[in-house]
């Protein structure tokens, strides 16, 4: 097994593996991860959304809610699933669930594989847009340690609506971006042939958002990709969410929520 090197990768070539059929789903990663793991349903106020699957389970004997989007493996899935876009009944599920481990002192972990929220106009009338800022609002106060990892695509709003966290993560292949590199050159340029041109200029890898201070670590996926080593990047996973967990639980509530404010209060302030 060989370890992967970024620099020799276009963007292009990481969106490509970061969409690739084979990767592990957020599922995936709990059913290696998470031992007694129970799904939990529902927002109480609309339905269920199966884009976002959402529980509780224990971490290495740590006691953790978990959550994330979920993609199909098939066409048929993907179409339950909506490809891993929420709706925002999947916002508010995932902020009720939130909600529940700030009450029983339960450290969360949130997965992001999405291409963004769903945009339709069913999820438009019932507050997509509201859904995801309430949970950007509440996330920001949540008395417990959050931690987030982007593990696929961690497209705009959709992700957001789960990434406020004390530490996030990304794969070594995963993208993180406001955008699509198509839904970019297609504004930009007029052209969607200039796709791997709107990659690069996004700043979308794991290399390019750390050095931007976006994100707090990447983990490394054996070569090719996680879809070759789904067991030994769940590992490497594992190991990185046990680790900071523990450093966050030994901190106060109130100089965790101090250094979560200060983390992205910094964000967008860069000095020559």
């Known amino acids: 097994m060989k370890e992967l090197d970024m620099t020799m990768k276009t963007a292009l070539d990481t969106v490509r593996l970061a969409r690739h059929g084979k990767r592990p789903t957020t599922r995936d990663y709990i059913d290696a991860m998470i031992d007694d793991f129970v799904e939990l349903h529902g927002d109480r106020r609309f339905a269920d959304d ?40 999947g916002y508010r599920k995932a902020l009720r669930l939130m909600q529940q481990a700030e009450r029983f002192g339960r450290p969360i972990i949130t997965l992001i594989d999405t291409p963004g929220a769903y945009p339709g106009i069913g999820a ?5 847009a509201e859904a995801i800022a309430v949970n950007l609002y509440e996330m920001s106060g949540l008395r417990v340690p959050i931690v987030a990892c982007v593990t696929g695509e961690g497209g705009s709003g959709g992700a957001l609506g789960i990434a406020v966290a004390d530490r996030v993560f990304m794969l070594s292949n995963a993208i993180y971006s406001v955008i699509s590199p198509e839904g970019c050159a297609s504004i930009l340029w007029k052209d969607t042939g200039r796709t791997a041109d709107a990659a690069e200029a996004l700043r979308l890898t794991a290399r390019d958002l750390k050095e931007l201070q976006v994100i707090d670590g990447i983990i490394p996926e054996p070569d090719p990709g996680a879809h070759e080593f789904p067991a030994e990047t769940a590992r490497r996973l594992k190991k990185t969410l046990l680790q900071t967990l523990r450093e966050l639980l030994d901190l106060d509530p109130d100089a965790l929520l101090q250094q979560r404010y200060v983390k992205f209060r910094s964000m967008g302030i860069y000095t020559k």
């Not at 438009?124 to 997509?128: C, D, H, L, Y």
């Open 124 to 128: 438009e009338e019932r507050g997509q």
């Open 50 to 89: 199966p884009a976002m699957v959402a529980g509780i389970g224990f971490l290495e004997g740590v006691p953790v809610t978990i959550l994330g989007q979920q993609k199909g493996r098939n066409v048929k899935e993907n179409i339950r699933r909506n490809f891993g876009m929420a709706h925002p009944e």
